[in-house]
């Protein structure tokens, strides 16, 4: 079997970049059968798409375009250009988030969120008139592979039969593990306890909400002190919106790599995440991963990733976060234990097994 996979989201720092790399690698690791193609569409990045096809497991087949974004969507979701001729005949084809393009073999695709529906103030106009067409498309597709319960439930309100849906959990990296934090704390100055979170800071993060909750709970004069002098790390670049007010005991950390992020949820007397909606959220099983104790919302897909082992709070209530922060630093140690047990849930061997598998079947039923 010949299988094709549009790899161009992994030039881009975020959780689809990290799913689409994670994704190849652990196939190639674990399927020495069959053939792969990597299809990658971009301008500038093609060192980034060439260096992470060199480090691969096996050797593939990269095809690389000049088609950014908007240039891809131009002419595969809107003139219906056949990528067979980029990257030659294929068995089976699993199309990015972004784009759906005409070819002769089935087609799967996976679909994180439906972000750009829900929360339209936050997408530029041409991204969610993108999303929207490659969601139109994506109903012709033999397979759709969603990243939670929650986000198949969302598309089966946008109209998606409930056969053609497979559920495959994303997972956290293999870096991510309980590690030594005194290093990390002393690069970022990190110099008492800490609260941390991580993400874009963007209104769906609700970042303003945590830092009124942190201020409720560890400014001078209130009634909770049990950790003083708590300090709040916020890690992620700044997407848009209001920009984070910095509060004494605040730290804007910006963007982290993993080897770092590892040893700060390691050292943190709490994570907190609440987001008003995630596909998956990926930070929360990164967080369970190292043991840290995670508050997260009772939303969307995070009570399916934290189980019974987060700490679960209405995001819209500064009152539940701070009521739930409070309880997560009251018990820590069981939080950690129950966060490991958790994590164990997910990894991405099990999701490149599951993909593999959907491959496989919608092939055999091809041919």
Request: overall charge positive; hydrophobic content about 40%; proline content about 6%.
């Amino acid at each position: 079997m010949r299988i094709g996979i549009d790899i161009s989201q992994i030039v881009y720092q975020t959780g689809v970049s990290r799913y689409t790399a994670e994704l190849v690698e652990n196939l190639l690791k674990i399927d020495q059968k069959n053939q792969y193609v990597l299809y990658a569409g971009s301008l500038r990045q093609r060192q980034i798409l060439k260096a992470f096809v060199a480090k691969l497991p096996r050797k593939v087949k990269l095809v690389l375009s000049p088609f950014s974004p908007k240039i891809a969507d131009l002419i595969f979701n809107r003139c219906n250009l056949p990528i067979n001729r980029l990257i030659g005949n294929v068995n089976v084809f699993h199309a990015s988030n972004w784009m759906i393009p005409k070819i002769e073999c089935p087609i799967v695709t996976t679909i994180h969120d439906l972000t750009f529906l829900k929360f339209p103030e936050e997408h530029l106009p041409y991204y969610i008139a993108a999303h929207k067409r490659h969601l139109f498309r994506a109903k012709k597709a033999q397979v759709v592979i969603t990243v939670s319960q929650a986000t198949k439930r969302d598309l089966i309100n946008e109209g998606f039969a409930t056969d053609k849906i497979q559920v495959i959990y994303e997972a956290a990296g293999s870096i991510f593990k309980p590690v030594k934090s005194a290093p990390i704390k002393v690069k970022y100055q990190l110099t008492k306890p800490y609260i941390l979170s991580v993400g874009t800071r963007e209104p769906r993060k609700n970042i303003k909400r945590l830092i009124q909750a942190y201020t409720k709970l560890f400014h001078p004069g209130v009634e909770y002190s049990n950790t003083p002098g708590c300090e709040l790390a916020i890690v992620g670049k700044f997407g848009w919106g209001e920009k984070t007010q910095v509060l004494p005991g605040i730290k804007l950390l910006g963007f982290v790599p993993d080897e770092d992020l590892a040893g700060l949820y390691s050292g943190a007397q709490a994570f907190v995440y609440p987001s008003l909606y995630e596909g998956f959220g990926l930070p929360v099983v990164e967080a369970l991963s190292c043991g840290c104790p995670v508050v997260t919302s009772n939303v969307s897909s995070l009570p399916e990733i934290g189980g019974e082992a987060a700490i679960y709070v209405d995001p819209l209530s500064v009152a539940a976060i701070t009521s739930g922060i409070k309880t997560a630093l009251e018990s820590t140690s069981k939080l950690r234990r129950l966060g490991l047990e958790q994590a164990k849930k997910f990894s991405w061997e099990k999701t490149a097994r599951e993909t593999l598998k959907i491959y496989e079947k919608v092939y055999a039923d091809r041919y």
